[in-house]
């Protein structure tokens, strides 16, 4: 190659050498670069929260039978139960995917409905609900809710509601679901979205040494100050609280919650003089719901103060515990009654299962001297009867008459106390019978006998007492709210001397 033509090429080959300079260079600065990025984006791809929907074995058809066989009665509260977190997290109040997937499919398969806070609403106002209904409730706020338990949901085409801490939305990530997540599911078409308080889900002070008490129902100590809240003080303090709560559902778009849920169930304050936070919560929603880890009763005595209670569901339960929690809250129905031959339906006036002697067709109740025994028929069962019919001898009592006494209480709340409003107490003894609750009747005297018959017919508006052959005695009950009148029947027994041995409960009918 001659001179000339290696001159030529000089300007090319130095032009290629710089590109390639300049690649190596880029390759070394880029694809580093290129490769962290990746490597970022895998993180956070990992970390990133993704909806799961887990799907159960098949359920044993047995559990699916007894609950599709549990009863059901027009005169009926709410089987209202609820959940804390949907995760793996290790706690009694957090259920697996796996066991919250198996309870949802066991409740589908059964046939059961479950109701929105409209229909909640509605029942409160006199409608009634579907047979073999359940009102599924979630609180605090957890992102399992949206992970785990809304692609469950959808899936089996069920509905659910969840009560928000809307101060705690977004925080702790990734504990509590975020606005966007919540968003979602108020617009997915099978959840509800209600209250929980704002920021009011804590401990406060409730003394100078130390103890703490539930936000809602504790006159906070100021230990700056060293001194308690004034009355109005905590009476703005839960006011602020409940109202910016409310605030935030209508800053994020959300429907105006009916409902609430109490943090703890911290209903009731029991400090003199500086309210109760119920008030707050009903003067803001159409009722506050509580939590009970073991029984439930929606009473008609709760109902009047605002108040329905749920039933907690834990990380110990099987399905089969599941299925007898919600059938020893599934109302009957009065004619389907059979005190006689459910021994086990029978509890003491703190709603424990209680011993009582039936042979027969003889309910014998036996007291110590000077002792009065309660016990009620299926109280949780028939919380909310208003329309039904009590019919028993009442016998054993010694003559001449010694002052022993048997009774029958109607529209009697479950675990209520013996001075309960709105509830009607017969008492009858060997020679008269009287009358307690919601009219005071002193004793109508009857023809002295060991047994008497007693008839006590109940409705929404009126009890009908009828002794014997004594004039009926007709107590009329007053105008009141839907719901808020009702209660099942109790037996009480009170043996004045050791002559009686025992009084006795004979051809006992409900219907």
Known sequence: MGRHSKKRWRPIVSAILTLLSAMVVAAYLVVPGMWQWNRAEAKVEAKRIHQVDTVPGEVDGALVQRLR?????????????????????????????????????????????TLTTDQLDGWLGGAPLPPHSVMITFDDGATGVWQYADPVLKRLDMHATAFIITGFVGTHA????????????????????????????????????????????????LPDQHRFETHEE??????????????QFALHGLPEPKFFAYPFSAYRN?????????????????????????????????????????MDITADLSLDKFIRKIDLASPLDPPAAQPLSDVGGWSDEKQNEAAIDIANGIVTI??????????????????????????????????????????????????????????????????AYSIQGLVNIDRQPLVEADRHHVVIDVTDTQV????????????????????????????????????????????????
């Open 69 to 113: 066989d549990t009863s059901a009665s027009a005169q009926s509260a709410p089987i209202i139960i609820t959940y804390h977190d949907i995760s793996y997290n290790p706690s009694r109040y957090t259920v697996t995917p796996e066991n919250f997937a198996a309870q949802m499919q066991l409740i589908h398969d059964a046939g059961w409905t």
């Open 174 to 221: 990734p504990y509590y679901m975020t606005w966007d997540q919540v968003t979602e599911l108020a617009n997915n078409g099978h959840w509800d979205i209600e209250a929980h308080t704002h920021l009011g889900h804590v401990q406060v002070p409730s003394d100078n040494e130390g103890n703490e008490g539930p936000f809602l129902n504790t006159v906070a100590w």
């Open 234 to 247: 905590y009476r703005l303090r839960v006011n602020r609280d409940l109202t910016e709560c409310k605030h």
């Open 270 to 310: 029991d400090r003199e003089g500086s309210g109760q936070p119920q008030a707050s919560v009903v003067s803001l929603y159409r009722a506050g719901l509580l939590d009970d880890a073991e029984f439930i009763a929606v009473t008609a005595a709760n109902v009047a103060r605002g108040l329905i209670q749920r």
């Open 366 to 431: 036996g007291t110590d001297t000077g002792e009065k025994v309660i016990r009620n028929y299926a109280p949780a069962r028939s919380a909310m009867w208003n329309d039904y019919t009590v019919s028993v001898d009442v016998g054993g009592f010694s003559l001449p008459a010694d002052g022993s006494q048997a009774g029958i209480s109607v529209l009697k709340p479950p675990g209520s106390a013996y001075e309960q409003e709105g509830r009607v107490d017969l008492t009858v003894y060997a020679h």
């Open 464 to 511: 009908v007492v009828t002794v014997d052959d004594a004039p009926p005695t007709v107590i009329d009950i007053p105008p009141h709210a839907a719901r808020t009148v009702g209660g099942g029947m109790a037996l009480y027994a009170f043996r004045r001397t050791d002559v009686n041995p025992s009084l006795t409960f004979t051809n006992l009918t409900i219907s």
